[in-house]
């Protein structure tokens, strides 16, 4: 294997669960006085901290608004809706043979928050898979790259031993911005030619082909 961390987004990339945070964020929208919010548009900040996705979102809202639809979203997405939520087939299997390998490291680095990562790695069962992580709440938001960096202080893996996986351009931008290797997945919420934009070492489509090119 070529790589000695592999770092992964969440949402859209292991599990998928952007059904649910569409569904969730069109509810908080309609409860915050937004109206139907477009799917579209809730699938383009997916990967972004919430206050950042809030803002991308929905330019120029209030202080008092912005509040509203963040409390909202994490009340509908905790313990209201029941859109289901599943990592992707065949996820599980393929990162159980590379843990069973002992090599590479595993990592996530997510716009979730860390409590709603801790509660997916509860729920999931999934904590012991991975070394390191971190969360949007606790580092600055993709694609800004402080959480590759600190995973690879953290880790004590050198930079070009690294590689950064994910279904958006947030992914990829802020690997590429320390100068990352990176890899994309179409299968989530952005485009094949968007991803492409930021140079990838290449673009799966399936989680199959994903697993095939990092144990090549």
């Given amino acids: ?25 069109q509810t908080a929208g309609i409860e915050a006085g937004l109206g139907m919010l477009p799917q579209a548009d809730i699938e383009n900040i997916i990967g972004l901290g919430l ?22 979203y994490a009340h509908q997405f905790v313990h209201v809706d029941t859109t289901p939520m599943r990592f992707f087939a065949g996820v599980e299997d393929h990162l159980a043979r590379l843990r069973a390998s002992g090599a590479p490291r595993l990592a996530v680095a997510t716009g979730k928050s860390r409590r709603g990562l801790d509660r997916i790695f509860r729920e999931t069962g999934s904590l012991d898979w991975f070394h390191a992580s ?11 790259p402080q ?11 050198p930079l070009e031993r690294a590689v950064m996986i994910g279904d958006t351009e947030y992914d990829l931008e802020m690997a590429r911005a320390i100068g990352m290797p990176r890899v994309g997945v179409s299968y989530g919420v952005h485009t094949p030619e968007r991803l492409a934009v930021s140079q990838p070492e ?12 990092l144990q090549a």
């Fill in 147 to 157: 959480m590759l960096m600190e995973l690879l202080d953290e880790l004590a893996v």
């Fill in 134 to 144: 971190r969360t949007a709440d606790e580092t600055r938001s993709k694609p800004h």
């Fill in 51 to 72: 206050p950042e996705a809030i803002e991308t979102l929905c330019p120029g809202i209030s202080p008092e608004q912005a509040e509203r639809l963040r409390q909202g």
């Fill in 202 to 213: 290449m673009i799966a489509h399936s989680v199959d082909e994903l697993f095939a090119w």
């Fill in 1 to 25: 294997m070529r790589y000695e961390l592999v770092i992964f987004d969440w949402d859209g990339t292991l599990m998928d669960s952007v059904p649910r945070i569409v569904s969730c964020m």
